[in-house]
């Protein structure tokens, strides 16, 4: 079974309510219509005029809004180019301190290799003070030292005369001052070194 729609869908009814609504309007003699048209024009007189009132209003409201929008744009701007100065600023007064403490640092390092040096030139001389002191104390310690010698058995000096180099002397060992051994061509022991 097909399906029927009913009247009132159909196009020809359309097209039939329409031709009626324009006849009963714009008939001839129809002085209602006439009054009630010059009525819907003063309406719509009115009601255009309310319209142009309330675009006006809406322009103004459009401008308001856009100002505010420019104004609030532009204290953004300033509040980021303030923060961005105030970055900068801290920026470079970080900069600043790291600089000082480089500098400090480095008048620390030169002061202390200063100092160093100071201390190592001292020492060199208290040292150099002390080798003066000492040679002659071992040139006279030299000269007055007995050392012990074994003529038939080696050609070394012993300061302990129980020195393990003895041992192949048999005894047969000599005693002299250390001048002396030096001038007959002695050396020290190895064992003594």
């Not at 002390?130 to 006279?140: E, G, I, L, S, Y």
């Not at 302990?160 to 041992?167: A, E, H, I, M, V």
Request: charged share 35%; with cysteine; glycine share 4%.
């Amino acid at each position: 079974m097909q399906y029927k729609r009913p009247f009132y869908k159909k196009w020809w009814f359309w097209l039939v309510i329409a031709v009626i609504t324009v006849f009963t309007n714009f008939g001839p003699g129809n002085n209602e219509t006439q009054s009630t048209h010059h009525s819907t024009e003063a309406r719509s007189a009115k009601v255009e005029k309310s319209r142009k009132q309330k675009a006006a209003a809406e322009k103004r409201k459009e401008e308001k809004a856009r100002k505010l929008a420019a104004e609030r744009k532009k204290a953004q701007a300033k509040k980021l180019a303030a923060k961005k100065e105030k970055l900068r600023k801290k920026q470079l007064a970080q900069k600043r301190r790291e600089k000082r403490a480089r500098q400090l640092a480095q008048k620390r390092r030169r002061a202390q290799k200063r100092q160093l040096a100071l201390q190592q030139k001292q020492k060199k001389q208290l040292l150099a003070q002390k080798r003066a002191q000492a040679k002659p104390a071992a040139a006279n310690d030299r000269n007055s030292r007995t050392v012990y010698v074994a003529p038939t058995s080696g050609r070394r000096y012993h300061f302990d005369p129980n020195c393990r180099g003895l041992r192949p002397a048999n005894g047969n060992i000599t005693q002299m001052p250390l001048k002396e051994a030096i001038n007959e061509g002695y050396t020290l022991c190895k064992w003594e070194d």
